[in-house]
């Protein structure tokens, strides 16, 4: 098993930026592809970036793309997400997930282990 806490968040104005923290225990890190999943209130868990566990393979969800950007030290058992030209709708609580599937993953199903998440607000 694994654990993660997430950290980092905080409230922003648009146009900021954050740079968010998870960090992992427990089993190695590297046997995990980890994922950044965001929720807004009233809205589904949805799905915001993932990344291979050597870090050569990165996905981002439509609305981060260019803006977010995932990476991982796994000397440091840490993801990261920093978070550029931040808008209100990037407002939400942002959950780290691990998963130990062959490729990565946008849906919150296929991650075994989740982070408690961090609260990231965005006023205009």
């Known amino acids: 098993q694994v654990q993660l806490a997430e950290s980092g968040g905080g409230l922003v104005q648009a146009g900021d930026s954050l740079r968010l923290s998870c960090a992992a225990s427990?089993?190695?890190?590297?046997?995990?592809?980890m994922g950044w999943f965001r929720q807004a209130p009233g809205k589904e868990r949805e799905f915001v970036a993932g990344?291979?566990?050597?870090?050569?393979?990165?996905h981002y969800a439509d609305s981060v793309k260019g803006r977010f950007t995932i990476s991982r030290d796994n000397a440091k058992n840490t993801v990261y997400l920093q978070m550029n030209s931040l808008k209100p709708e990037d407002t939400a609580v942002y959950y780290c997930a691990a998963t130990d599937s062959l490729t990565i993953a946008t849906r919150d199903h296929a991650y075994s282990y989740w982070g408690q998440g961090t609260q990231v607000a965005v006023s205009s």
């Open positions: 990344i291979s566990r050597s870090g050569g393979s990165i």
């Open positions: 427990g089993r190695a890190f590297n046997v995990y592809i």
